[in-house]
């Protein structure tokens, strides 16, 4: 099972931004989102990164040009570097630890596959989601993900008996260049609970599950 389009044209890509993250998107695109609790990440570790990526927009802005592939490149490495670091050190309350509230969000990722998008991977980590999914024709991602958060999140307090924010606003998605990055986005969001030490992690599907020889084959072409 593989994307319908695995090399979005460069020319097709949009780029939009909100809050602190720019947001790259393509017709047919494939993405891997991340999106996490309210409390997941110090305000320190946000403005550190908003920073560094802020200097690199507007250094090509000023220019009066796009940002090059490598600056792109750039941008997705501070994202690992500063967020995707501290997350795996389970920051703040970890909402999604308990069981029946990562089943809720298990539940609500896999209730509009096959019809409003296509999922390819999916990992509820105790403080944030990741998800590898193609919105299909006529269903934008920031809708998909808007339903996801707003309907978890009302779930979740009732589960919890609280009230408030659930889910940062924000949500970081990367647009998948080609199959290798595709792959390689499958291997990350596998490996994201040994990564973070999590053992026996139950909160993890893709698509390949029951192909493993199929995604190890392709895996090894690729390296």
């Known amino acids: 099972m593989q994307p319908q389009s695995q090399n979005p044209d460069p020319e097709a890509i949009n780029i939009r931004s909100r809050g602190y993250l720019p947001h790259w998107t393509a017709q047919d695109g494939t993405y891997f989102v991340t999106f996490r609790l309210f409390d997941s990440l110090p305000r320190s ?5 908003k920073f560094e990526r802020e200097n690199i927009i507007i250094t090509a802005k000023q220019i009066k040009r796009k940002l090059t592939d ?5 941008v997705k490495e501070l994202y690992e570097e500063k967020i995707e670091r501290s997350l795996d050190a389970r920051a703040g309350a970890c909402y999604l630890h308990n069981p029946k509230i990562a089943g ?12 409003r998008y296509q999922l390819f991977a999916w990992c509820v980590m105790p403080n944030h989601v990741h998800v590898l999914v193609q919105p299909a024709a006529g269903h934008e991602l920031e809708d998909i993900l808007h339903t996801w958060k707003s309907y978890t999140a009302h779930e979740a307090n009732k589960i919890l008996k609280r009230t408030g924010a659930f889910w940062q606003r924000e949500y970081y998605d990367h647009l998948i260049r080609n199959e290798e990055d595709f792959v390689n986005h499958i291997d990350y969001v596998l490996k994201n609970p040994s990564v973070a030490r999590l053992k026996d992690w139950k909160w993890i599907w893709s698509a390949f599950s029951d192909c493993k020889d199929d995604f190890q084959l392709q895996r090894r072409q690729i390296s």
């Open 104 to 115: 809720l969000i298990a539940d609500a990722l896999r209730h509009f596959h096959g019809t």
């Open 70 to 74: 490598a600056e792109k490149q750039r």
């Open 45 to 49: 570790v946000l403005d550190d990164y």
